[in-house]
């Protein structure tokens, strides 16, 4: 499959994300600086923050989607790398990793070796700011769900079960698009594991991988949750200490 269809698919599932509130949730608590934007896709929140005065640097393992961001961004530096094994990115004075990349890291190993990587990615009191799907929403929300979008050029059917682990979901993508020199439509299939965790599991690594002011927040919120698990989206903003 060529990159451009991998990501233009990508980009129409996420055509209506938030991406303007994670913005501004981001610059609510920093507004310039060096960023490295974990798991940045298609570029599209890398480059909205490079617009607004950002040195960004967008990191992803898929060589596919970086290849559509660089044709179609501009004004960030981006790199593939696996954020579970991240070489040679420091001195950032912010690590982002929005709309639910963290929920793709499966294994408490692994989330600990993301955060010790993030955290020797910052400067002395550098930020993380990152959000996931709660365990309601996946469990209220997500499993057992199916989803289905019709449009001219591309269709989709979308299963959501239950996952072999607590508080996982599979997610399994029917996909026809549009072959514009045959008219056909062709179809190709993606899978997709998530998982989440506890509040509480996140903060224990994050203080054990040494963040310190691990304040949550829900849904786009400034306001610190005193629920956190009653909103569908969690963000976490920490500092190195």
Sequence with gaps: MAYSKLAYIYDVLMDDAPYDQWQSFVEHFCKQGKMLDLGCGT???????????????????????????????????????????????????????????????????????????????????????????????????????????IYDDISYVWFCEQGREYGSVEHDLTFFLLNEETGQYERFDEQHYQRTFPVETYKELLEKTGFQSVTVYGDFSIEEAEEPEENQRIFFVCKKR
Excluded: P, W
């Design 43 to 149: 570029g599209r929140l890398s480059h909205q923050f490079a617009d607004s005065g950002f040195s960004v640097t967008g990191v992803d393992y898929s060589e596919d989607m970086l290849a559509f961001a660089q044709a179609n961004t501009s004004g960030v530096q981006y790199i593939q790398q696996d954020i579970r094994l991240l070489q040679g990115l420091t001195e950032f004075d912010i690590v982002v990793s929005l709309c639910d990349v963290l929920n793709y890291i499966t294994t408490t190993d692994e989330l600990e070796k993301v955060f010790t990587n993030v955290r020797e990615s910052l400067v002395n009191d550098g930020l993380f700011i990152f959000d996931v799907h709660s365990l309601n929403h996946f469990n209220e929300n997500m499993v057992g769900q199916t989803f289905a979008e």
